[in-house]
């Protein structure tokens, strides 16, 4: 039983790593060629690199040129991409992502006459529909309109997403005009419509209660959500009588927080290119905001682009609120890198600081049980749980954790009890049931209701491989091989690459005269890389037949 961003696809090629090499290219078609490599090995740098270079080599061929703009997008290289996205409109192609380029470029220049002639480049479609009156409106207070500027947030002029996009950047612009009394109420009224789902907007909502000289309301703010890390630094900066922070005192502050939020709400069901040219807009605007830094690193680690993400993740400093959060996303880029090491001495790092929590020890104990290092997986979750409340219904993953790990080290005592703490705080979970069941099951223990426990979760996930292979091997251990071999059955058509199904199906079929189809499965699980134990047992099995290979292994081998 199994118990446990392509963005820009055209530039996209399939390869191994690659090692640093000379931009130098005897060709535009040898540096695109060269380029793709990088890009698909990660080297972004590299790659934007070769098609600079391939760019010179035939500056007439817009398709290369479009190319490179993209790739310096990705690449987060603003300069390179500003250039590009002018040349670009000056040929003719001035679509939305190169009227945006350039509007980050004019903004950050406070050239807001630029801005204005910019604007309807972005369309009326789409994600323009909320980002030019935003723009606008950030415009229009560059300039000192600050009224003119607020009439255009008028939040009654819009519904649903476009609504709450105008109300946010409305709340900023409040605060960074110095209307404290307005900008709380601001963030106050869009908390309310949203719900406790963006504590950020708590913390601009406590800074603007602040500087009205609303200590106390700003005190009760900043505590309506303990565990909350913004506002936690938050809530650290009020006691030592600094200032909050507003959130977006700035255009480009405000754009930046629009440009994030397009991005995170663009990428929420895949790394879409548009939802990371968004990110990295919103850090072309404003590089302080590790928000932006997070959902590009966000992005382009789901899209694939690891080496990337760490990159972006790295302006994301130790003091940052977020810096817990990001370390763990460091440590599951640098796991998919292969870097391991550099991985589990992040997770451990965290242990170390003041105030670790639960979770820090939880990651750091599922990190150890990845390296195999299952002792330190226990010590690890025992320092999880010692901070935990007894008995709190939320804790039974954390005990069904450290109960799999005791199990697999062999400290049976431990591993019963924490599996029925996790079966107490969650009755219907099915792979609490499941395991135990098995577990119990592997040892010979309590047969009936190993069973009882099984088809339980069975009822929960009927489908589930592992869950029809526990099924089918509870009947087979109680005698019932009849029952036994549908269920196995379904479990190998389910998960057809587990060993111990496809073994466990051929001594169900051997049991009820099968013996041709039990010998093919028992060769089936031989190459499907099972345990040196399993390997032993399979072979005696061909050899011998189910019945004199059981009476020769050792009795552990047997179950």
Partial sequence: ????????????????????????????????????????????????????????????????????????????????????????????????????????????????????????????????????????????????????????????????????????????????????????????????????????????????????????AAADMLASAPGDL???????????????????????????????????????????????????????????????????????????????????????????????????????????????KSAGDLLLAATAQQGAGIDDWTRLGDWYRSEDRLADAVTAYDKALALAKPKDPALWAYYFQRGSAREQVGDWVGAESDLRIALELAPNEPIVLNYLGYSLLDRGLNLAEAQALIERAAKYKPDDASILDSLGWAYFRTGQYEKAVPELERAAAAQPGDPTINEHLGDAFWRVGRKLEARFRWSAALELDPTERQKALLKAKLDYGLDVALAMAPAAARK
């Fill in 230 to 340: 913004p506002l936690a630094a938050a809530r650290a900066r009020f006691e030592a009588g600094k200032r909050i922070g507003a959130l977006a005192p700035t255009p480009a502050a405000g754009i930046a927080w629009m440009a994030a939020r397009l991005a995170a709400d663009m990428s929420r069901d895949r790394p879409v290119p548009l939802a990371l040219t968004m990110g990295r807009i919103g850090t072309f605007l404003d590089p302080s905001l590790d928000a932006a830094w997070m959902i590009t690193g966000d992005i382009l680690a789901r899209g694939g682009k690891g080496e990337a993400a760490l990159a972006a993740y790295a302006h994301i400093g130790p003091t940052d609120p977020m810096a817990p959060v990001v370390n763990v996303r460091r440590a599951q880029v640098l796991q998919t890198l292969d870097r391991d």
């Fill in 1 to 216: 039983m199994n118990r446990a961003l392509a963005p820009y696809a055209l530039l996209l090629l399939a390869t191994p790593a690659v090692a640093t090499v000379s931009p130098l290219t005897d060709s535009a078609m040898h540096g695109y060629v060269l380029g793709r490599y990088a890009f698909s090995a990660d080297a972004l740098p590299t790659a934007s690199q070769y098609y600079e270079a391939a760019q010179r080599q035939d500056p007439n061929d817009l398709a290369l040129r479009r190319r490179s703009f993209e790739l310096a997008i990705v690449a987060g290289d603003q300069a390179h991409a500003t250039a590009l996205a002018k040349q670009l409109a000056a040929a003719g192609q001035n679509d939305a992502t190169v009227a945006f380029v350039r509007i980050a470029d004019a903004v950050g220049r406070k050239d807001w006459n630029a801005v204005d002639a910019l604007r309807p480049g972005l369309g009326d479609v789409g994600y323009a529909q909320v980002a030019s009156p935003i723009i606008e409106a950030w415009t229009q207070f560059g300039r000192g309109n600050v009224d003119a500027a607020l009439a255009l947030l008028n939040t009654a002029k819009y519904s649903g997403i476009a609504n709450s996009y105008v109300a946010e950047q409305r709340a900023h612009m409040l605060a960074a005009a110095g209307r404290w009394d307005e900008a709380a109420d601001a963030y106050h009224a869009l908390l309310a419509g949203i719900g406790n789902g963006i504590n950020w907007l708590r913390v601009g909502e406590a800074d603007a209660l602040q500087q009205a000289g609303k200590t106390q």
